[in-house]
């Protein structure tokens, strides 16, 4: 089948040019969301299941040494915790105060595993679009930028991809390396309170639904342009619709972070025009 990430707007065109039927578009889309799907969940599902959700309740579950039904339940309030621990605590005013939320908060975890099984909405998959361009690449040196629970990387690692998960959050990070560990894989762990980004050091970068949540998106910008090599590439979302269940996206303005890429010598390549919106920026 035809993965190339182009492929729904050529048949758009087509569909534009009377060459081809609706009917036909949406079964294309139909067939590529299931390959993604498919590449998603051979990712994350550990050995011996052979369903999404319940192998990342499992392991969530397994991670906090919880039941399956107690992890679940949690995962399912998720959002509404950590909106309430926003509102309580968080000054969004305050750089360190953000950190501070970011970096203690459990419910993140108990969000995103729920997330990714896909029962919410399809959006992870971008991932798997991503991967798409990456494996076009040269290189192997792989970073996913806010990194959460670790999702990306053990995506691009199943690939033979030499994999750097960075996050502000040692909460996470913690996860990610535990997520690794239980899979017999690895991945270099980069806690960005502490640690910077090495200079030079990455062909693909994701940042998937990041900068929505940057104190500073602007400085965001800068180490990201430093720590990406000439011709290397920059993949994300950047755009967020209002969300009153999560005040934490604090960003909602993207102009001045496309600028300032525009500025670090970055040149959008790729638009998704058609699934979730997500870019491919490639760095002079």
Request: negative net charge; aromatic residues 14%; charged residues 30%.
């Given at each position: 089948?035809?993965?190339?990430?182009?492929?729904?707007?050529?048949?758009?065109?087509?569909?534009?040019?009377?060459?081809?039927?609706?009917?036909?578009?949406?079964?294309?889309?139909?067939?590529?969301?299931?390959?993604?799907?498919?590449?998603?969940?051979?990712?994350?599902?550990?050995?011996?299941?052979?369903?999404?959700?319940?192998?990342?309740?499992?392991?969530?579950?397994?991670?906090?040494?919880?039941?399956?039904?107690?992890?679940?339940?949690?995962?399912?309030?998720?959002?509404?915790?950590?909106?309430?621990?926003?509102?309580?605590?968080?000054?969004?005013?305050?750089?360190?105060?953000?950190?501070?939320?970011?970096?203690?908060?459990?419910?993140?975890?108990?969000?995103?595993?729920?997330?990714?099984t896909l029962k919410e909405d399809l959006s992870p998959l971008a991932y798997v679009v991503g991967l798409e361009f990456a494996k076009k690449e040269q290189g192997r040196q792989y970073l996913d930028i806010g990194a959460g629970v670790g999702a990306g990387g053990l995506l691009f690692r199943q690939e033979g991809f030499d994999v750097f998960s960075a996050d502000i959050s040692s909460t996470m990070l913690r996860c990610c390396q535990w997520r690794f560990q239980r899979r017999g894989e690895q991945a270099k762990l980069l806690d960005l309170k502490t640690e910077s980004l090495p200079e030079n050091a990455f062909d693909f970068v994701t940042a998937m639904d990041v900068f929505e949540h940057a104190a500073d998106p602007l400085t965001l910008v800068d180490d990201l342009a430093r720590t990406i090599r000439s011709q290397g590439c920059l993949f994300g979302r950047f755009h967020c619709a209002p969300d009153p269940a999560r005040p934490q996206h604090i960003v909602s303005d993207f102009t001045p972070t496309m600028e300032r890429l525009k500025d670090q010598g970055f040149q959008q390549v790729w638009h998704d025009q058609w699934l979730w919106g997500h870019v491919l920026l490639r760095k002079d």
């Open positions: 089948m035809n993965t190339d990430p182009n492929y729904l707007v050529d048949l758009w065109k087509q569909v534009e040019g009377n060459h081809l039927d609706y009917a036909s578009l949406s079964e294309a889309e139909n067939t590529l969301k299931q390959y993604y799907r498919k590449v998603w969940m051979e990712s994350l599902v550990l050995p011996g299941e052979t369903d999404l959700e319940t192998s990342l309740i499992k392991e969530g579950a397994e991670y906090f040494g919880v039941t399956p039904e107690q992890f679940e339940g949690r995962a399912r309030q998720s959002t509404a915790a950590l909106k309430e621990t926003w509102e309580k605590e968080v000054d969004p005013m305050d750089a360190g105060s953000i950190e501070a939320f970011y970096d203690a908060s459990e419910h993140y975890i108990y969000e995103l595993m729920w997330w990714h």
